[in-house]
T-cell receptor
């Protein structure tokens, strides 16, 4: 079983739609959680951290369910510029981060 | 520097040759990480440095891979006797102390072994 599992997609949505991505992780000892965004042929960039109480950053909302070892990302009012791959990331041992394989989002006009 | 700098950005090498990839982290960042990403795949952890020491090198795929960091700054990843399966994008990231605020990645070195 992979340490971080995500639906690869692609999710094809129209502009203005709300879309949600989920991921599950296997290590119950993980303490830190993030969503990264990766554009085609570019490096991953931090989108947002994920906190236990849930957190919001503009159109983006992240939720964490430690009991179920489940993380979600909600994007409201999708823009064309949101088209990218979204990587679910959890902490592993020794200060390293474990990356999921990503969920691809394509927003169309 | 302003960001994590990696060189070269692209490298094409013949099977069996050695290659060296360089990473220059953000100034003051004590933690440095190497990952690789094969086409269409997720990021695979290779090695983590805290200062000049590597407490976790569990991701290095074989003894052909080695890495060092000097002066708590620049790191080089060396691949000896390259194989075609080594073809990937090699990404370096740095952070201050640990991953608490996530990492900042460089733009990577795209390695192609022919």
């Amino acid at each position: 079983r992979k340490e971080v599992e995500q639906d690869p997609g692609p999710f094809n949505v129209p502009e203005g739609a709300t879309v949600a991505f989920n991921c599950t992780y296997s290590n119950s000892a993980s303490q830190s959680f993030f969503w990264y965004r990766q554009d085609c042929r570019k490096e991953p960039k931090l989108l947002m951290s994920v906190y236990s109480s849930g957190n919001e950053d503009g159109r983006f909302t992240a939720q964490l369910n430690r009991a179920s070892q489940y993380i979600s990302l909600l994007i409201r009012d999708s823009k064309l510029s949101d088209s990218a791959t979204y990587l679910c990331v959890v902490s592993g041992g020794y200060n390293k981060l474990i990356f999921g394989a990503g969920t691809r989002l394509a927003v169309h006009p | 520097g302003a960001g994590v700098s990696q060189s070269p950005s692209n490298k094409v090498t013949e099977k069996g040759k050695d290659v060296e990839l360089r990473c220059d982290p953000i100034s003051g960042h004590t933690a440095l990480y190497w990952y690789r990403q094969s086409l269409g795949q997720g990021l695979e952890f290779l090695i983590y440095f805290q200062g000049n020491s590597a407490p976790d090198k569990s991701g290095l795929p074989s003894d052909r891979f080695s890495a060092e960091r000097t002066g708590g700054s620049v790191s080089t990843l060396t691949i000896q006797r390259t194989q075609q399966e080594d073809s990937a994008v090699y990404l370096c990231a740095s952070s201050f102390l640990g991953f608490g605020n996530g990492y900042t990645f460089g733009s990577g070195t795209r390695l192609t072994v022919v």
